[in-house]
């Protein structure tokens, strides 16, 4: 049974910094994408990062592209999102997904997840 465990959620000021981690357990697949969504309260789901396990290709929703960056250790089955000049629109609960076999996906659909994390909750005051 895959299970993906995320750390790393906080309260941080704007302009702040956020570490988030999320780890596989279980995952023995070699083709996945670990990726990245958020929920803010009265808002859907927005897809925010991912990155491919094959060739650590990744993408960046718009809102957060050049602030937050993806990395991701694949022996340990861990992505890593490090989320720089937090905004206060940035505040919301931040799942973990991994997308078996992405092919060559260049959006984030959150339907195409095969598993999912609990969240973690992100606030930025301002």
């Known amino acids: 049974e895959v299970q993906l465990v995320e750390s790393g959620g906080g309260l941080v000021q704007a302009g702040g910094s956020l570490r988030l981690s999320c780890a596989a357990s279980?995952?023995?697949?070699?083709?996945?994408?670990i990726g990245w969504f958020r929920q803010a309260p009265g808002k859907e789901r927005e897809g925010v990062s991912f990155?491919?396990?094959?060739?650590?290709?990744?993408y960046y929703a718009d809102s957060v592209n050049g602030r937050f960056s993806m990395s991701s250790d694949n022996p340990k089955k861990t992505g890593y999102l490090q989320m720089n000049n937090l905004k206060p629109e940035d505040t919301a609960v931040y799942y973990c997904?991994?997308?078996?076999?992405?092919?060559?996906?260049?959006?984030?659909?959150?339907?195409?997840?095969?598993?999912w994390g609990q969240g973690t909750q992100v606030t930025v005051s301002s």
């Open positions: 279980g995952l023995r697949f070699a083709d996945y994408a």
């Open positions: 997904a991994v997308h078996l076999y992405p092919g060559d996906v260049r959006s984030m659909k959150a339907y195409e997840y095969d598993y």
């Open positions: 990155i491919r396990s094959t060739d650590g290709s990744t």
